[in-house]
DNA sequence: GATCATCCTCTCTAGACAGCATGTC
DNA sequence: CTAGAGAGGATGATC
C-alpha cells in the first residue's frame, strides 16, 4: 500500500514521503483496511516501534480533513511533548495540555489535535472544557496502562466519560502486546489489530558463562572484564552499536555507568562538550558524577536527574556520541530511544513484598527497544542469568511467554472514590441510579457481564462516605456535589487528602509551616521518602523541638511509626527548600538527586494551593499565611523575599542577592535605580525589574521570554546557618 | 610499609499524573 | 511471598 494512494491530505503525504516513508508497515495496511479512514474504531496491539503513531496520525488528519477535531491522550507528559513535536509542522494547528505546560493551553480548543495526559483531560472534563464535546476521534496511546494499577482506573474512566459525551466519537486505542486484547477491543466496539511484525529483526536471548544463547545460535562474548554485564555492553560498542541497560536501583545505575565509563574511555570532542555543560550546570554531586562518566562514553538514567542533565543524556544517546545508558525503569516506558542491544540485567525488583519479578509486558517493553529502525542491522534483547538453571526459565518466562491480561481497575474503592464524586460533581449521574448506569459502560462492567459482581455494593458503599463526608448531597434521589465536593473534584485531589486536610483544618489549629507541610506528606497524593537507618535518629531529633507545631498527632502505635516518620522527612526535606538551603545541602542530607526536589515541591505547591482553598471554606484566617506558604515553597524562598520574588525575572537567586545588598521592597529597588542594581542583577535584567517596580528608565527591554521562570535559576549562594537537620521558620 | 586482591558484613532499594486564571482576530 | 548489588572495612598477600 503505497503513501500516495491513500485518502489524507497532501501536506501529510508529502512529509512522509521526504521522510523516505513510501509505503505502509503491513500493520498499518492492515488498519487501513479495517476500515480506520471510514470512522471505525480500532485496537491496534502491535510491538514498540512498528508504526503506532502514523496509524493514529493519518486517522487523525482524515478527521480533520472532514471537519473533526482530534484527542491524543498520553500516559507521560515528556510523551506529550514528543508527540506534540511529532504532529507539529505538517499543515494541522497542534495544542499540548498537561499540568505544567500551562502557557500553551490558552486557545487549546481551538486545535485540530490536541495532546494530554489522561490526567489533565480528566481534569478538564470536571471544569468543563467546552472543546471536549466536539472531539470526533479519540486516540488513547498505551492504552493497556488500563490495567495499572495506580492510574489505569483514572484512563478507563476518561475513555467512558467522553464515549459517553460524545457518542459518535471514533476511538483509536493503540496498545502494547497483551493477553487479552479482545477484551479491551471488545469493549471499545472496536476492529482488532495484533500483529508481532517488526520493522527490524528483535533476537531475544539469555547470556549465561561467555555467551549469549538465541532460540537457534548461540553468540560468544569476548571477556573484556571480569564483569558479564560489562562484556556485554562492550561487545555490543565495539562492534559499533549502542546499549541500553536496565537495572533495578539508582545506585546500580550510577555504579553501571561509572565502570562502562572507564572501560571505553572514549575520545570524542562532542562527549567533552558535553560534559562540560553537564559539569557547569552540575549543583550536586550526582550531576558531576553523570559529567565524568558521559566523558568517558557512558551515563545513567533515572528520575534523580535535573530535567537538564536527562535531556543531555537523552540527546547525546539519540546523537550517537553517548553510547551506553544504564537506566532504571525511566526510559522502559518513556521516551523513544532505541539501541542495538538492550540488556535487561536485573528482572527482579524490590516492592512492598520484597523483591518480586518484572512482569513479561515490562520485560518486552523494555526489549522492545532493541533495534534503530533503518541503522542497526538487527536488535539484541538479553536477559542475564545468574546461574544455570535461570538459563531455561528465563526462556520460557519471558522471552516466549505472553504478556500479562489487561484488567480494569474500577473495582478498587480508592479510585472509585475520587471519579464517583467528579460523576456527580459534573453532573455526568445525578442519582444512584445514573451513577451505576455509567458504571455500566466502563471496561469493568464489559469484563464482568453475566457475572454476578460486587461493584454495586461497592459504588453504593462509596456515595455513602461522599455524603457522610459532606461532598454530596442526597435529596430525595438525587445526588449533587456540595460546594466543597465540587472544589475537591475540580483541585483533583484525592477525596481522602481533603478530608484529612479539612479535619485539620476544623481543629482551628493554630498557623506553623511544619502542621501544614507534615499533614499533606501524610496523605495519599504525596509519595513519601524512603527511610534510612540514621534518619530515625535525625527525624527524633526534630520531632523532639517541633512536635507542637505538627497538625496532625503523633502515632502511638508502633506500626504507624514508619509511615509518619517518612512524612516528617519529607515535610523537612521541603522545609528546607523553603528556608533557602542549597540543592547540594538537600540532596546530601536527604540522599536524593536534584529531580527529586523538584518532584517534591512541585507536588507540595500544588496540594498547597488546594489547602489554602479548602482553608477559604472552613478556617479563612489561615487562607492567607497557607497561600504565602505555597510561593514560598514555589519559588524555595524564606518569607523575607516574598516582595521581590513578585517581580518577573527574578527568582530565589537574585532576591535573595539583592535581599543582602539591603533592598528588601520593590521600593527600594525603584529608588536604587538601574545603575546599582546592575552590579548585582545584570543591565537587562536590572532596567526590566526597576521598569516594574515603577522606576523611570530610558528604554525598557523587551521581557526575556526563556527568562521568566524563576526555578531555573539553580540554587542561591546564600547559605543559611542551621542548627538542626529541619532548620526553624519564620524567623 | 604502601598497595592491592579477597572476603565479609551491612545497608538499601523505580517511577511521576494532578490546580488556576488568563484573553485575541 | 523476601534478593542481591555495592560500599566499605578487615584481613592477608605482594612487592
Known sequence: ?????????????????????????????????????????????IPTASGKTIVAEMAMHRQVADGGKCLYIVPLRALATEKYDD?????????????????????????????????????????????LAEITLLVVDECHLIGSEDRGATLEMVIAKLRHKNPEMQVIALSATVGNPGALAGWLDAELVTSE???????????????????????????????????????????????????????????????????????????????????????TELGRTLARCVKGGAAFHHAGLAAAERREVEDGFRTGAIKV?????????????????????????FGQNGMARIPVGEYKQMAGRAGRPHLDPYGEAVLIAKRESDSEDL??????????????????????RSHILSLVATGFARSRTEVLGFMETTFYAYEHQGRRSTIQETVERVIDDLIAAEMVDELDEWLEGTEYGTLVSRLYIDPRTAEAVVDALRLRPAYADVGVLELLCETPDMLTLF???????????????????????????????????????????????????????????????????????????WLIHATSRLAHLFAPDLEKPIAELEIRVKHGIKRELLPLIRLRGIGRVRARRLFNAGLVTPEDLRTAGVGRLTPILGEKTAARVVAQAGGKVDEVPEPESVDDEPLAEGPGEHQTSLSAFGGTENE
Open 1 to 45: 500500500m503505497k503513501v500516495t494512494d491513500l485518502p489524507i491530505p497532501e501536506p501529510l503525504k508529502k512529509s512522509y514521503t521526504t521522510k523516505g516513508i513510501e509505503a505502509l508497515y503491513p500493520p498499518q495496511e492492515e488498519a487501513v483496511r479495517r476500515g480506520i479512514f471510514e470512522g471505525k474504531n480500532l485496537l491496534c496491539a
Open 87 to 131: 504532529f507539529s509542522g505538517k499543515g494541522l494547528s497542534v495544542g499540548v495540555a498537561t499540568g505544567d505546560l500551562d502557557r500553551r493551553d490558552a486557545y487549546l480548543g481551538r486545535n485540530d489535535i490536541v495532546v494530554a495526559t489522561s490526567e489533565k483531560v480528566d481534569s478538564l472534563l470536571r471544569n468543563r472544557a467546552p472543546w
Open 197 to 283: 511484525w517488526r520493522p527490524v529483526d528483535l533476537r531475544e536471548g539469555v547470556y549465561w558463562q561467555g555467551a549469549v544463547h538465541f532460540e537457534d545460535h548461540t553468540r560468544a562474548v569476548p571477556a573484556v572484564s571480569k564483569d558479564n554485564d560489562l562484556n556485554l555492553c562492550l561487545d555490543t560498542v565495539a562492534e559499533g552499536g549502542q546499549c541500553l541497560v536496565f537495572v533495578n536501583s539508582r545506585r546500580n545505575a550510577e555504579a553501571f555507568a561509572k565502570r562502562a565509563a572507564s572501560k571505553l574511555k572514549l575520545s570524542d570532542p562532542t562527549l567533552d562538550a558535553a560534559a562540560e555543560r553537564i559539569e557547569q550546570g552540575a549543583t
Open 325 to 349: 545508558i544504564s537506566s532504571t525503569p525511566t526510559l522502559a516506558a518513556g521516551l523513544n530511544l532505541p539501541a542495538r542491544r538492550v540488556i535487561v540485567r536485573d528482572y527482579l525488583r
Open 395 to 416: 526462556f520460557e518466562t519471558y522471552i516466549d511467554a505472553l504478556p500479562e491480561e489487561v484488567h480494569s481497575q474500577c473495582n478498587a474503592e480508592n479510585a472509585l
Open 531 to 605: 527511610l534510612r537507618k540514621d534518619d530515625y535518629e535525625v527525624v527524633d531529633r526534630f520531632l523532639a523541638e517541633r512536635r507542637d507545631d505538627l497538625w496532625t498527632g503523633v502515632p502511638y502505635g508502633y506500626d504507624d511509626l514508619e509511615g509518619f516518620f517518612q512524612s516528617v522527612k519529607t515535610a523537612m526535606l521541603l522545609l528546607n527548600w523553603a528556608e533557602e538551603v542549597t540543592d547540594e545541602m538537600i540532596c546530601e542530607r536527604f540522599n536524593v538527586g536534584p529531580g527529586d526536589i523538584h518532584n517534591k515541591v512541585e507536588t507540595a505547591v
